[in-house]
């Protein structure tokens, strides 16, 4: 059975909408994944941000815009891709903020639209990646994309989890993360975050949901500001 991924979609011009959902549903059915469409050609009072793997937001809408909704799902802590679509180029800038996964322009979507949906294609794959550790005398299976970031000792690293959930254990990071994953980023010699939710960076400081916010080390920073733009580009 093919898995299933919904996606929020608002756009009022109904051909080019047509044209964005036949796209998307042909790539993914390539890799054997159902795509479902919840669409609207208005922008919709209340959004359930729990149905959707992400979403496609033409930026105007009539006399309105979308970024209300893009700070609403950030405000609320979904951090599923936001994928913009626009005639206007400008409209990238005020985007970024909301961390955007990508930008096309409509004027260049047949050449924009297939680079999107292989970045889209990774970035699903990445949230099935995990790794198993021992903790309370168990193996755990602990996914990369439930962590907000780890606090690193020389012999110990404490993961803190969406949930609130903190799991200490006994090994360096390096013993646990024997792979280098692009959305785990150190940012001070004892903190390494998931840059997913980094909400912003302001003062030296990466500020991440629930409210914590970590100093970035001078020796960290440079690497960290290039992750930022590659993530957010």
Request: with cysteine.
């Amino acid at each position: 059975m093919m898995k299933e991924l919904v996606f929020l979609c608002i756009e009022d011009d109904q051909v080019f909408r047509e044209l964005l959902e036949l796209k998307v549903k042909e790539y993914m059915e390539q890799y054997h994944i159902l795509v479902r469409f919840i669409s609207y050609d208005q922008i919709p009072q209340n959004i359930n941000f729990d149905l959707f793997d992400g979403c496609f937001l033409d930026v105007e809408i009539g006399e309105e815009n979308t970024f209300a909704v893009m700070q609403k799902m950030r405000s609320l802590g979904f951090n599923m891709p936001i994928i913009v679509i626009s005639n206007y180029e400008q409209y990238i800038f005020h985007s970024v903020k909301f961390r955007i996964f990508d930008f096309i322009r409509k004027a260049h979507f047949d050449e924009e639209i297939d680079r999107t949906l292989e970045n889209l294609m990774n970035y699903i794959l990445q949230l099935n990646v995990y790794v198993n550790v021992q903790y309370s005398r168990k193996t755990v299976k602990i996914y990369l994309k439930d962590i907000i970031y780890i606090h690193t000792n020389s012999h110990h690293i404490v993961i803190y989890l969406k949930n609130k959930k903190e799991i200490e254990i006994w090994k360096g990071y390096h013993e646990v993360f024997l792979e280098s994953y692009p959305n785990l980023v150190r940012i001070h010699k004892s903190y390494v975050i998931n840059i997913d939710y980094c909400v912003c960076i302001e003062n030296n400081y990466a500020y991440l949901i629930n409210n914590k916010k970590i100093k970035v080390s001078q020796r960290c920073y440079k690497n960290f500001m290039q992750a930022m733009a590659r993530h957010n580009f």
